[in-house]
């Protein structure tokens, strides 16, 4: 039987506002993004957000931005009113995060509201609208000096069934916490500061950069891994930070999409992510990627999605192929195919005998890692070319080294061998010969190889790779340092799991732990580690994440590997060469970049504008 058909009729205006409210406000962390938008747009410098109960209580906005005036504040709770846009051109060019004019209606119809607002250097003071569910229930002058303060109180009170979908308060507030750290990510010339009740959970300092507002967000062992990047490419800019592939994780929330700064969820600029990290990380792992693309605004739709999450790209292939080529420049370097820089003439030393000064007084680090290391002794790959002290000095211009044998190849790596024009090595398998030429800048080492090519060596970034693989096959071996004060750690009891799961790799590594009611002692760490690293570190796989061995081994490898600048004998060179010719991965360092470099006849000759 079918139903008499209703009339049609327009919808009283709460209704409509709940039911756009339905797109806009789908929880607490939605009209936090609402409200700290429209703070930005207002030119705030400082914005002040409390959550009461995960936001379900109360949600409260303060921002010192210019104010509505008393006239216009019932305007701002009517649902298509806005300051932000006059005409559809302007739709075109929008350049602020609001411009629809209906989340103050909409959130303003499912909960308590109230917005008090004052323009600063106007003569008539504060005032306030308060609206219950929808209907405004008083409004009149208020107290306040300058800013916005906007007040959401019982947020879905009026509306049982979307009540239940709210998540714990914990929940909630990290959702809410999420989307702050976001807009705050953007906006690093604005200060942020969050609350959870009367507790400071959260503050950005205004003027704070890009990767300082990261180190609040992710682990020190990941923001130690990030690499910069930002190139243009058909006239759109991809720039940001990004991880390198040994910090990736099974976890795919520590990537922030932004277009024109604002924050977005866009398959086709995550697949371009992925697509940089082809070959680099397993299937199931992810990068760390703070990425924003600078646009055209006509080249976007913005107006795609209510809560102006998505946008569209009326190109998205170039969107695509720029970000790509801005993270493998980052990734990997391209360097092989640019133009090297050369001296000036005058800068080119006389040929002629020359004083050569003598050597600075070694650090530790070096010698002592290849001379005393156990580590190396008891390695397989390693034996044959360690267990000997240095020879004496000679003219090893001349002399030549052996590539390693197949035999004493390692097994090849999880990951996918990177492409070869990205890492242009030589092949592990092969037999052969290089000479090695000198070292270039107290940092790179010269080499020809067999076929006559020119390799450098980054001697940081291959010492890099020789300790990673070490610590990776060995762990540092237990020899931890005893602290004079042992550390206190209050576990979370998910953490004590952890602890237990644990204990014995940690102890593998040096330290000496006791847990006892619900408090982790530290009474020894990792030798190479200092004592806040290792807490740090600590504290990153009882976390769960237990990827961040290879982080700490990241750390430990970059400390003790000989820096750049560092002035090697021959025998070093070629000792640093032999061990770094018989590790897997040899291409690039832990961090992802590159440690050697090729050119071949081919490349020289272009470099040279030989013709063909
Ligand atoms: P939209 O942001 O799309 O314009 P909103 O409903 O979010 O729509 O806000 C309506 C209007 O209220 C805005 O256009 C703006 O003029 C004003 N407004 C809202 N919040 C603030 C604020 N914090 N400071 C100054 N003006 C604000
Ligand atoms: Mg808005």
Redesign the pocket.
């Known amino acids: 039987m079918i139903a008499k058909k209703s009339p049609i009729r327009l919808l009283p205006p709460e209704l409509r506002n709940q039911i756009a409210a339905g797109e806009v406000v789908e929880r607490p962390a939605s009209v936090l993004k ?1 409200l700290v938008e ?2 930005l ?2 030119d705030a410098g400082h914005i002040e957000v409390t959550l009461e109960n995960g936001g379900q209580s109360l949600i409260r906005v303060q ?1 010192d ?4 005036p008393a006239a216009e504040l019932d305007l ?1 709770v009517t649902r298509h ?4 846009i006059a005409s559809f051109n302007d739709l075109e060019h929008i350049q602020s995060f ?8 909409s959130i303003a119809s499912v909960s308590r509201f109230k917005i008090t ?1 004052a323009v600063s250097g106007a003569d008539d003071c504060a005032h306030c609208v308060e609206v219950e569910h929808g209907r405004v229930a008083a409004s009149g002058p208020a107290a306040l000096h300058k800013g ?1 303060v906007v007040e959401v109180r019982d947020l879905f009170s009026n509306i049982p069934a979307r009540l239940k979908f709210l998540k714990s308060p914990s929940v909630e507030f990290k959702r809410a916490q999420e989307w702050l750290s976001r807009l705050a990510l953007a906006r690093t010339d604005v200060g942020f500061v969050l609350y959870s009740g009367s507790r400071e959970n959260l503050r950005f300092l205004p003027g704070q950069d890009l990767a300082g507002r990261v180190s609040l967000l992710w682990p020190n062992a990941i923001v130690e891994n990030l690499l910069r990047f930002d190139a243009t490419r058909h006239g759109i800019r991809a720039h940001g930070l990004t991880g390198a592939p040994v910090a990736s994780q099974p976890r795919g929330d520590r990537i922030f999409l932004y277009v024109n700064g604002r924050p977005v969820t866009d398959k086709g600029l995550l697949s371009a992510v992925r697509a940089a990290y082809k070959g680099l990380l397993t299937s199931r792992d992810y990068p760390q990627t703070v990425l924003f693309i600078e646009i055209s605004p006509t080249e976007v739709d913005v107006n795609v999605h209510p809560a102006k999450s998505e946008v569209r790209f009326r190109d998205a292939s170039s969107v695509f192929s720029a970000t790509l080529h801005a993270l493998q420049g980052a990734l990997t370097l391209s360097h092989a195919t640019e133009m090297p820089q050369f001296p000036q003439p005058s800068q080119i030393p006389r040929s002629g005998p020359t004083e050569t000064p003598a050597a600075p007084p070694r650090p530790q680090g070096f010698w002592g890692m290849i001379d005393k290391a156990p580590l190396l002794q008891k390695s397989g790959g390693f034996t044959e070319y360690s267990a000997h002290p240095p020879a004496p000095r000679h003219a090893l211009a001349e002399q030549e080294l052996p590539w390693p044998s197949p035999a004493h190849a390692d097994p090849p790596a999880a990951n996918e061998p990177p492409e070869p024009e990205r890492a242009p090595a030589p092949e592990p398998e092969r037999t052969g010969h290089f000479q090695y030429l000198g070292q270039i800048a107290d940092t790179y080492l010269a080499l020809r190889d067999e076929s006559g090519a020119l390799l450098l060596v980054d001697q940081h970034a291959a010492h890099e790779r020789i300790l990673y693989t070490r610590f990776q096959r060995e762990g540092t071996v237990g020899r931890g340092q005893r602290l004079a004060l042992p550390l206190e750690l209050p576990l979370h009891p998910s953490e004590i799991e952890n602890f237990y799961g644990l204990r014995d790799t940690l102890e593998s590594l040096g330290y000496e732990l006791e847990c006892a009611g619900g408090v982790l002692v530290v009474r020894a760490t990792p030798q190479q580690l200092s004592r806040g690293d290792a807490r740090d570190f600590l504290r990153a796989v009882l976390d769960g994440r237990k990827e961040d061995l290879a982080l700490l081994f990241v750390s430990l490898s970059c400390k003790n590997a000989v820096k750049a600048g560092q002035k090697l004998t021959d025998d070093e060179s070629a000792e640093l060469l032999r061990q770094w010719f018989a590790v897997p991965d040899r291409e690039h360092c832990p961090h992802g970049r590159p440690c050697v470099l090729r050119w071949d006849a081919e490349h020289l000759a272009k470099l040279f504008k030989r013709a063909p």
């Open positions: 609402e429209n703070s747009d207002a921002d931005g210019y104010g509505i701002a009113a806005t300051s932000k609001g411009f629809r004019g209906e989340a103050l209606p607002s916005t």
